[in-house]
C-alpha cells in the first residue's frame, strides 16, 4: 500500500514539474516572437579593429538592442581611395533597404 501511495504522490509532483517547465518554456518562446515581431530593420556601421575595413549594413533589433538579423551591404577598406564617397554611396544603400525590409514587418501600433 505504501509503494502505491509513494507512486502517486510521485506522478502527482512529476505531473506539477512538467506543468511548470511547459508554462514557463511557453512564456519565454511567446516573449522571443513577440520581440522578433517588434524588432525594425535600422542602418548600423562599425569597423573590426584588425581587419582593415568598415561594415555596412541593415540591422534587425528589438527595442531592448538585441540583434535579430543583419544584411552585409558593403565591406569598404580603410586605405579606399575614395573612402568617404563609397560608405556614403553604401550608407544610402543600407537606407533604402532598411525602408524596403521595414515595409514587410508588422505594424507596431496599438
Avoid: C, K
Amino acid at each position: 500500500m505504501r509503494i502505491i501511495a509513494f507512486l502517486a504522490v510521485f506522478i502527482i509532483v512529476l505531473t506539477a514539474v512538467l506543468l511548470v517547465f511547459v508554462a514557463m518554456t511557453a512564456s519565454a518562446r511567446r516573449r522571443r516572437q513577440t520581440s522578433q515581431l517588434s524588432a525594425r530593420w535600422a542602418v548600423r556601421h562599425y569597423a573590426i579593429p584588425g581587419r582593415g575595413h568598415t561594415v555596412v549594413g541593415v540591422t534587425l533589433a528589438d527595442a531592448d538592442g538585441r540583434v535579430h538579423g543583419e544584411h552585409v551591404v558593403a565591406r569598404i577598406p580603410d586605405d579606399a581611395q575614395d573612402w568617404q564617397r563609397d560608405f556614403i554611396v553604401a550608407r544610402q544603400e543600407a537606407e533604402e533597404r532598411a525602408f524596403h525590409l521595414n515595409a514587410d514587418r508588422p505594424s507596431i501600433e496599438g
